[in-house]
Nanobody, 126 residues
Framework: QVQLVESGGGLVQAGGSLRLSCAASGRTVSRHVIGWFRQTPGKEREFLAAIRWSGDGAGVADSVKGRFTISRDNAKRTVYLEMNGLKPEDTAVYYC???????????????????WGQGTQVTVSS
């Protein structure tokens, strides 16, 4: 079992920055890939980024590349999503998730993940 808790969401003006945190716990958490997604009402969850706990395995979706960065702190078992140059269209609920499998194409879909946090709201005002 893996538990995930997101934090760091809030209200920010367009052009601003936020750093989201995903605190992960559980006996097997180190064997999971951690991903970030976002969702707006009526739409499917959109993949943003994913990272492994070891090595250089990390990726960011083309839609946010250059603005969003994913990183980790192994000692704190925390994964971060740094978001810069925020736009009103970035407004959404942001989720972190954990995947037991590590097949890259499957990590791009919400269906590839087994555990989810409760989400944190990000609102970008124009």
């Amino acid at each position: 079992q893996v538990q995930l808790v997101e934090s760091g969401g809030g209200l920010v003006q367009a052009g601003g920055s936020l750093r989201l945190s995903c605190a992960a716990s559980g006996r097997t958490v180190s064997r999971h890939v951690i991903g970030w997604f976002r969702q707006t009402p009526g739409k499917e969850r959109e993949f943003l980024a994913a990272i492994r706990w070891s090595g250089d395995g990390a990726g960011v979706a083309d839609s946010v590349k250059g603005r969003f960065t994913i990183s980790r702190d192994n000692a704190k078992r925390t994964v971060y999503l740094e978001m810069n140059g925020l736009k009103p269209e970035d407004t959404a609920v942001y989720y972190c998730a954990a995947a037991r499998q590590s097949v890259s194409p499957l990590l791009l879909s919400a269906r590839g993940y087994d555990y989810w946090g409760q989400g944190t709201q990000v609102t970008v005002s124009s």
